[in-house]
């Protein structure tokens, strides 16, 4: 492991320590801070040329931050003659428009692609982005990791009731039933419609939710309006029990209050995105990905198989 170097930005640097914790490496030492006027500054403290450089760097809170840390931090080591430079993203901001809904938008999924490739990147490795396509929007390798193992070994450990997974809309089906299969575990999909404009929400559920454990499934949560509308239109179905697991953590606005207020008994979430103060609450379960992007480095590393770790 002796051409492999870790740095990070200020976005998720406890997530970092794990990753090297895993690799038996020291993380690498580098200064990144902003001038009074929010300018980033970056300088790299120790020699990377010719080395295997990785830079883990969440795009979450502040996103816009966080992202000119990564971009700017490429490009210190691109001009430091580094051997090869792969951008570590726990969460890929931006994901969200990865098309254009509507006339005269933008597609920043692919701005941000492209932003990225120019600044220095020579690959990318990422977990559970919005939509897998976004893939396709590089011409670097990109290792699209899911956070599957970690979140299926706590429902496996902790759940072991009869269980239903719950996708919240007809988006998320495909990653549900992929968990129900691996449980052994029952489907239900819930069907979010609204009849004409400033009418409430009428929601469907499809599949047998009535006396069951009832366990939501989402790759992200933001303000929490769908999965708790979600957690809302299971109990009025008869579910016994109602939780939540997602791999992004983003919880902006009003979602803590709304969690709270929920039927939720519990929300799992990993650290892709670090813990805020701002959003606390006793419902929360935090799973480390620490070791699974740490195995996935070492695995790159050597040309060994990165896909067999979701087999």
């Known amino acids: 492991m002796e051409k492999i170097k870790v740095f990070t930005g200020n976005?998720?640097?406890p997530l970092a320590i794990e990753i090297c914790d895993h690799l038996g490496i020291q993380l690498g030492k580098s200064e990144v801070k902003s001038f009074s006027d929010g300018e980033v500054f970056v300088e790299l403290q120790e020699s990377v040329r010719g080395v295997e450089v990785y830079v883990v760097q969440s795009t979450s809170i502040p996103c816009n931050n966080n992202?000119?840390?990564?971009?700017?931090?490429?490009?210190?080591?691109?001009?430091?003659?580094?051997?090869?430079?792969?951008?570590?993203?726990?969460?890929y901001g931006y994901a969200r428009q990865d098309r254009k809904v509507a006339p005269r938008t933008p597609i920043t999924a692919k701005l941000v692609a492209d932003l990225l490739t120019v600044a220095g990147a020579t690959r990318i490795v990422c977990v559970d982005l919005h939509a897998g396509q976004i893939q396709g929007f590089f011409n670097i390798p990109v290792d699209h990791l899911y956070a599957t193992p970690v979140l299926l070994n706590y429902i496996k450990e902790n759940?072991?009731?009869d269980i239903v997974i719950v996708s919240p809309d007809a988006g998320g089906v495909e990653r549900a039933r992929a968990f129900a299969k691996r449980l052994g575990a029952n489907l239900a999909i819930i069907d979010k419609r609204r009849p004409r404009p400033n009418v409430s929400e009428v929601m469907n559920i499809i599949g047998?939710?009535?006396?069951?454990?009832?366990?939501i499934l989402d790759d992200m949560i933001d303000t929490a309006g769908t999965i708790t509308q979600a957690a809302a239109a299971l109990e009025e179905k008869g579910a016994k029990q109602i939780y939540a697991c997602c791999t992004h953590a983003v919880l902006s606005g009003p979602a803590i209050e709304r969690l709270e207020k929920s039927p939720i008994s519990e929300l799992v979430v990993t650290n892709t995105i670090?813990?805020?103060?701002?959003?606390?609450?006793?419902?929360?379960?935090r799973l480390s990905v620490g070791p699974l992007l740490g195995e996935a480095i070492r695995r790159i590393h050597y040309g060994e198989s990165v896909s067999s770790l979701f087999v």
């Open 208 to 215: 047998e939710v009535e006396g069951k454990t009832a366990i």
């Open 274 to 285: 670090p813990k805020r103060d701002s959003a606390t609450s006793d419902k929360i379960k």
């Open 159 to 161: 759940f072991h009731d």
């Open 67 to 91: 992202l000119m840390e990564l971009l700017i931090m490429l490009d210190a080591f691109k001009r430091a003659s580094a051997g090869s430079v792969t951008a570590v993203i726990p969460y």
């Open 11 to 13: 976005a998720n640097r």
